[in-house]
T-cell receptor, first 116, second 111 residues
């Protein structure tokens, strides 16, 4: 149980392109989803917290206009990297949880984004 | 803000050996979680701890939530090749859903 699917798993695109990453909870309703970025050999860095039907809460230093997050349903959240540049190349991972208590976060398999 | 100090950063062991890693913080956490991440994949939850002093096992893995609520350890007994990967601790403070992650422990096993 608690399966989170992320798509695509790998994307390579030209600088200036916008890229959309999807995160789906397959067997539960995710009231909250999180988006992380991970650089090589580093830990996960939280970018934003997304609650269904409301605006995402971004961590300090994360540009909300560059990283657009939409959580339109209880099973789907999307992250759009707008006008991507090489420095945006990274491993993006989503996680999902349910309820208001201390439910563990379950992670997707990540999206490797490479901007040429 | 809250920070988790995870150690060691890396471990090189022989197959069959036991492994121990820990996380400490200057802040109190209400939940401690341990995840394993394989290359190119997302973290997978190993053990979740919810009460101070709690000791929980998952197969060969055992984790404890420190009495002070400022630390946790993870032990792996009789390591096998598939234990290779990066282990992360993560903490959750009261009233918050977001996690604070440790820096990770990279485990390498020599057969």
């Amino acid at each position: 149980g608690a399966v989170v699917s992320q798509h695509p798993s790998w994307v390579i695109c030209k600088s200036g392109t916008s890229v959309k990453i999807e995160c789906r909870s397959l067997d539960f309703q995710a009231t909250t989803m999180f988006w992380y970025r991970q650089f090589p050999k580093q830990s996960l860095m939280l970018m934003a917290t997304s609650n269904e039907g409301s605006k995402a809460t971004y961590e300090q230093g994360v540009e909300k206009d560059k990283f657009l997050i939409n959580h339109a349903s209880l099973t789907l959240s999307t992250l759009t990297v707008t006008s991507a540049h090489p420095e945006d190349s990274s491993f993006y991972i989503c996680s999902a949880t349910w309820g208001q208590g201390y439910q563990p976060q379950h992670f997707g398999d990540g999206t490797r984004l490479s901007i040429l | 803000g809250q920070q988790l100090n995870q150690s060691p950063q890396s471990m090189f062991i022989q197959e069959g050996e036991d492994v121990s890693m820990n996380c400490t913080s200057s802040s109190i956490f209400n939940t401690w979680l341990w995840y394993k991440q394989d290359p190119g994949e997302g973290p997978v939850l190993l053990i979740a701890l919810y009460k101070a002093g709690e000791l929980t096992s998952n197969g060969r893995l055992t984790a404890q939530f420190g009495i002070t609520r400022k630390d946790s350890f993870l032990n792996i007994s009789a390591s096998i090749p598939s234990d290779v990967g990066i282990y992360f601790c993560a903490g959750q403070v009261q009233g918050a859903q977001k996690l604070v992650f440790g820096q990770g422990t990279r485990l390498t096993i020599n057969p």
